[in-house]
Each structure stands twice: as C-alpha cells, then as structure tokens.
C-alpha cells in the first residue's frame, strides 16, 4: 500500500483530543481525514467549534470491526495515523473548546 506520507487519519476525530489534533496537523500543511462510528449522525463538535469541519474528510468506521478499519486505511493510505478512544472524563461541552492560537 502506498502512503502519502502527509496525509493523517485520526481515528475518533469527534471528541476534544481529535479536534485539537486535526486543527494542528491542518496548520501544518496535512490532508486530514478522521473517523466516527456514524459520520452521518455524529454532531462533531469540536470540529465546529474550531471551524474545520469543512477541512476534514470524513469517514464512518467502527473501529471494533476489523475490515471497517482496513476499508478505511485502504481508502485514505495515510503517512500517518493516530487512534482517540473516548473516556468518560474527556467529555467536554463545546462552549468549553475555543481556538488555540500558536503565536
């Protein structure tokens, strides 16, 4: 498989830590493409919040399903790729999330 070595795939890119790393590997010139169980009905908050919702591809993968998560690879042959697992103490409401600057 070939990958495009700036090409990221953030598996869980939905929750806070997603969203942060999204917005990061975005400023730094990468192809960011992440996953949720249900991209159709998730709400993808912080995405929004940090206003790159409309920058990331996004896939539906169920990360318990095996061939789920090799369609996804194979689709995106990302040069990197990071997997988010939700815990109960990172949930966050969106007015909590704001933009990081870098100056």
């Given amino acids: ?3 495009n070595e700036r090409t990221a795939l953030i598996l869980g890119v939905s929750g806070q830590d997603g969203a942060y790393l999204a917005d990061l590997l975005l400023r730094k010139g990468f ?3 992440g996953t949720s169980r ?3 009905t998730s709400s993808f908050p912080g995405l ?3 206003s790159i919702l409309d920058k990331v591809t996004l896939h539906s993968t ?3 399903d ?3 998560v090799v369609t996804t690879l ?3 042959q990302p040069g990197t790729f990071t997997i988010l697992r939700h815990s109960p ?3 966050f409401p969106s007015t909590n999330l704001s933009r990081r600057s870098t100056a």
């Fill in 1 to 3: 498989m070939q990958t």
């Fill in 38 to 40: 249900d991209k159709e």
């Fill in 89 to 91: 103490r990172s949930d």
């Fill in 31 to 33: 192809t960011v493409h």
């Fill in 48 to 50: 929004r919040v940090l």
């Fill in 66 to 68: 095996f061939r789920s």
């Fill in 74 to 76: 194979q689709k995106v």
């Fill in 62 to 64: 169920v990360l318990g």
